[in-house]
């Protein structure tokens, strides 16, 4: 799934934000009262609010195909997740329907791959949610600080590391059915463990990018289903950090 997870969703962006601010604008008739449907702007609390939702919405349907873990509920929920995000990105006004059932099918593929990977490694599964939130939680602090600012020469570089790895991974997944492999790109040792841990910290840094999406979607009074587009941006980065960490536990323990 990380292959196919790129945390800069193009959901999220500003170009997404400006249009529909504009048509937030448009709609209160040149300053009048605005129209009971666009009575309400987007908050950031609104934002987190929506994001503890699809947290919990995850967790329902990946406790359930974490304890019966299979490679077609992996797909399955793979498949189904892309779907969505694919109708977030051309239908925005979609995110309170859209988003949800993203989490939902998100959590078949969370679950059902932690599944797979514990019954090969022990403990892995723990640690890599305690890194998750650790990393996200590490993020936060350095957002709020200031420690870490995101400009635009920021947003830039870390969406076209971003772009590089959806490339590479996407690469790959087409090689393999060919029997082309991306050296290191899926092995242990000291190569294949840096290679993950720079994609981890390219993931990290997304998470800035959507802390800041949060924050000007509120300033551009951005409809108030930007909400739900904020959170699902918020979660699809938070899924692929997570995997990600399954992939470099899984390859310390191999080395």
């Not at 129209?35 to 967790?59: C, Q």
């Not at 640690?127 to 350095?142: K, N």
């Not at 993950?196 to 949060?214: E, P």
């Amino acid at each position: 799934m990380s292959r196919l997870l790129k945390s800069n969703n193009p959901i999220l962006n500003d170009k997404t934000i400006a249009k529909t601010a504009a048509i937030t604008k448009e709609r209160r008739g040149g300053g009048g009262p605005i129209i009971k449907e666009y009575e309400d702007t987007a908050t950031v609390k609104g934002a987190i609010d929506k994001s503890l939702i699809l947290f919990v919405l995850l967790m329902v349907t990946t406790v359930f195909s974490f304890g019966a873990a299979s490679p077609i509920i992996m797909f399955a929920g793979m498949a189904g997740g892309i779907v969505a995000l694919l109708i977030a990105m051309f239908k925005p006004h979609t995110a309170p329907i859209v988003a949800p059932i993203y989490a939902l099918f998100e959590g078949l593929f969370v679950g059902a791959i932690s599944g797979i990977y514990a019954a090969m490694f022990d403990g892995i599964v723990l640690h890599a949610v305690t890194l998750t939130f650790g990393t996200l939680l590490g993020m936060i602090i350095l957002y709020k600080s200031g420690l870490i600012k995101v400009t635009d020469k920021f947003r830039s570089g870390v969406t076209m590391a971003t772009m590089a790895i959806f490339f590479v991974y996407l690469l790959s997944f087409a090689g393999s059915f060919i029997g082309f492999n991306i050296p290191y790109l899926h092995e242990s040792g000291l190569i294949g463990i840096g290679i993950s841990v720079v994609i981890i910290g390219v993931a990290a840094l997304n998470l800035l990018l959507d802390f800041d999406m949060f924050e000007k979607t509120e300033k551009a009074q951005a409809p108030k289903y930007m909400e739900w587009m904020c959170a699902l941006g918020l979660l699809v980065t938070l899924v692929w950090l997570y995997v990600e960490f399954l992939r470099l536990l899984s390859k310390i323990q191999s080395d």
